[in-house]
């Protein structure tokens, strides 16, 4: 089930609990009004008989009776019974023998405890009166009838309630539908949005609305997290581009090295010569897609590089070795700001691999782009830290460059031309 | 000292040698009772080109004296000051 008919079933469930609730309340008090009504009623009725049987000296039961049969306003199925001190009949508008049986004993007893004692039986409210007169002593006066007119009342509330619940309902879940496409579609135009985003058009982005409530958050994430998967793109592909295009040049000056010199015939020397180059150029190729190799990995496996204390100087020298054998004209000068007393000052928790390879690639930029071809390394201590500054007299790099010596293969703009080497940028 | 290892023991005790300390301790040996320069120590120990201005080799010498001579009689590695250092018992 999609959220819009969960929400709007959830809406109408809640709203036909508020509607029915209200209509039995509705329902409960008019029955008790109607019931309150009509015990008064009844009551009434008993009191009037009473006083004019039992008081009014003018009107016998006889005379009663034609009264009572030819009231207009007389109450539907109803029984009077008048009862006298030791509980016998003495007077009721129904022949004799008509009475239902109604009126127990019990219900006349209560009464006269009671006073006044209102229930109700089936259909029919019982009312029960005791009624005091000076001279003549007590009697019970009992009536009961059927409110038929405040059961057809009834009856036609329930009749409204029921057609009302049921209207509601419709309006209700109708609405509750409008509401939940009205609140989803603004997702619905996102999921459309975001359908349309694919690694060909990354750039795209989806609307961010009013930029103020969840969905516009959602999408302002969302937006930023394009972004970082853009760059994050764009990085490979440059470097996939770069890496080709590194890999071409020299694959190209070796073949056109080759096609020259297979033009005519050479002697022994030029053989050994162009060979010694091509081997040359073979192994700066090795050492070009062995440092992709290591670049890729590490950036895809950062997680599983492994990280050992290192001694850092003796990396900086292992590297120093290393470009001293391709360089025998590279100099560099190591210097101890500080003298250390422990050794574990000199100890970083790293990949020592890396970080030879980081320190290789700091010293022979150094040492390329300067006049001199020397680096001065120094090492100093910080807390939990140990300092090494690569200090070179070259060019530098201009300030707002800075920021991206980390992309792979990066030249800076005023090094452009001054070098045909090939570099992998700093790891 | 046992050059397949590369492991070094004193007094029955194994002392752990960065590989740069090794060879400094390997080429003192050879040179025993012999003064060794700095210069030769860069040049010949680690193949590294001599700059005057660096203080590695004193470092170096630092540490692996502590390692080795520290905790330990007689004191084995000496200075010649203004010439070098030399290994000897005495």
């Known amino acids: 089930m999609n959220i819009r008919y969960k929400l ?7 709203a036909a609990g508020i509607l029915l609730l209200f209509s039995i309340i509705i329902y409960s008090l008019s029955e008790y009004h109607r019931q309150q009504e009509f015990f008064f009623r009844l009551e009434t009725r008993a009191l009037t008989t009473a006083r004019l049987l ?3 000296k003018e009107v016998d039961s006889t005379l009663l009776k034609i009264i009572d049969k030819n009231s207009v306003r007389s109450l539907f199925e109803e029984q009077l019974a008048v009862f006298d001190e030791k509980n016998r009949l003495i007077y009721s508008n129904l022949d004799a023998g008509a009475l239902s049986g109604l009126f127990s004993s019990d219900f006349i007893e209560n009464t006269r405890q009671n006073g006044q004692l209102n229930t109700r039986l089936g259909k029919n409210e019982i009312v029960g009166l005791r009624y005091e007169d000076d001279q003549l002593g007590q009697f019970i006066v009992l ?6 007119y405040g059961w057809d009342h009834m009856k036609a509330l329930k009749r409204v309630l029921l057609q009302g619940f049921i209207i509601g309902l419709l309006v209700i879940v109708f609405a509750g539908l409008v509401f939940a496409g009205q609140v989803l579609a603004p997702i619905n135009k ?6 349309l985003i694919t690694a060909g058009n990354l750039n795209r982005r989806i609307p961010e609305g009013n ?5 516009a958050i959602l999408a302002i994430n969302f937006n930023q997290m394009l972004t970082r998967l853009e760059s994050a793109f764009d990085v490979q592909r440059q470097f996939v581009s770069n890496a080709s295009h590194e890999l071409r040049t020299p694959l190209t000056a070796l073949t056109s090295q080759i096609q020259l010199f297979l033009g005519k015939e050479r002697s022994p020397e030029a053989y ?5 180059s091509l081997y040359e150029d073979t192994q700066k190729l090795i050492a070009l897609s062995n440092g992709l190799l290591v670049l890729a990995q590490t950036s895809l496996e950062k997680q599983r590089l492994l990280f050992r204390p290192v001694r850092v100087d003796e990396a900086v020298l292992n590297a120093q070795n290393d470009l001293v054998k391709a360089h025998p004209n590279y100099l560099f000068s190591i210097e101890y700001v500080q003298l250390p007393e422990e050794e574990s000052l000199l100890h970083v928790n790293g990949n020592e691999t890396l970080l030879r390879t980081a320190f290789t690639n700091l010293m022979e930029n150094g040492c390329k782009f300067s006049s001199s071809h020397s680096v001065k390394i120094h090492i100093s201590f910080a807390p939990e830290a140990v300092n090494i500054a690569f200090v070179d007299d070259g060019i530098g790099i201009p300030v707002a460059e800075q920021e991206h010596v980390f992309r792979p ?5 005023n090094a452009q031309n001054q070098t045909r080497e090939m570099g992998l940028g700093w790891p | 000292m046992n050059l397949d290892t590369k492991n070094v023991y004193r007094a029955g005790h194994l002392i752990p040698l960065t590989p740069k300390e090794f060879g400094l301790l390997v080429f003192l040996i050879k040179n025993e009772g012999r003064v060794v320069s700095k210069y030769d120590i860069m040049e010949q120990v680690w193949d590294l080109n001599f700059d005057s201005g ?5 470092v170096y010498i630092n540490f692996l004296r502590k390692k080795i001579d520290r905790n330990y009689e007689p004191k084995l590695i000496h200075t010649k000051p203004g010439m070098g250092y030399y290994l000897a018992a005495n």
């Open chain 1, 8 to 14: 709007s079933l959830q809406f109408a469930l809640i």
């Open chain 1, 190 to 195: 996102l999921n459309e949005e975001i359908g």
């Open chain 2, 54 to 58: 660096t203080n590695v080799v004193e």
């Open chain 1, 143 to 148: 009536v009961t009838a059927e409110d038929r």
């Open chain 1, 211 to 215: 930029g103020r409530d969840e969905l």
């Open chain 1, 272 to 276: 050994q010569s162009v060979l010694h």
């Open chain 1, 409 to 413: 293969f990066y030249r800076a703009s």
């Open chain 1, 54 to 56: 039992i008081t009014v």
